[in-house]
């Protein structure tokens, strides 16, 4: 439950050396902290946020630069 794993998948497959590719006109809908209010508990931003940057930061496939546009 929080946040950055679909960024952390892209990573993680540009790890395995294979591209990621966005359909620029897909849609979709989410709606922000459904599971922390279903589930009644606090989102757990920071803490993942620290968790990504402890996964990835040293990856070379990510900045602390590139941590604003996440």
Known sequence: MGTFEDVSL???VRALGKRVVVNVDALGYHY?????EK??????LQ???M???AKW???GLFS?????FY
């Open 51 to 53: 968790i990504f940057k």
């Open 32 to 36: 922000v902290g459904a599971t922390s």
């Open 64 to 68: 602390e630069d590139d941590f604003e």
């Open 57 to 59: 930061g040293q990856s």
């Open 10 to 12: 892209c990573l993680h």
């Open 47 to 49: 803490q993942n946020a």
């Open 39 to 44: 589930k009644q508990r606090p989102y757990p």
